[in-house]
Nanobody, 115 residues
Framework: QVQLVESGGGLVQRGGSLRLSCTAS????????MSWYRQAPGKERESVAA????????GYADSVKGRFTISRDNDKNTVYLQMNNLKLEDTAVYYC????????WGQGTQVTVSS
């Protein structure tokens, strides 16, 4: 059974930092292309960051470049999203996504940035 379990969300002040984690099970994580998405109230889900299976390649949405960093630890079956200098507009539910033969989603973790 495939599972993606996110953690690390919460309430943070503007300018603060959070680190999200997503631990995977039930598939070959080492071969999976992993991404983080987010969905704010009333908006469509959008891609935030992505990382190749080996971690050698990453990509970011323009809105988070220079502030967010995606990484992974294949020994721990975990992908991370380090979020720095958080802005009010980063408030959203953040989802972990795996692309390996099929596509899988986590349940999401809420990130709320307050002023």
């Amino acid at each position: 059974q495939v599972q993606l379990v996110e953690s690390g969300g919460g309430l943070v002040q503007r300018g603060g930092s959070l680190r999200l984690s997503c631990t995977a099970s039930g598939f070959n994580f080492r071969d999976a292309f992993m991404s983080w998405y987010r969905q704010a109230p009333g908006k469509e889900r959008e891609s935030v960051a992505a990382i190749t299976s080996t971690g050698s390649g990453t990509g970011y949405a323009d809105s988070v470049k220079g502030r967010f960093t995606i990484s992974r630890d294949n020994d721990k079956n975990t992908v991370y999203l380090q979020m720095n200098n958080l802005k009010l507009e980063d408030t959203a539910v953040y989802y972990c996504h795996a692309n390996f033969v099929n596509q899988y989603w986590g349940q999401g973790t809420q990130v709320t940035v307050s002023s």
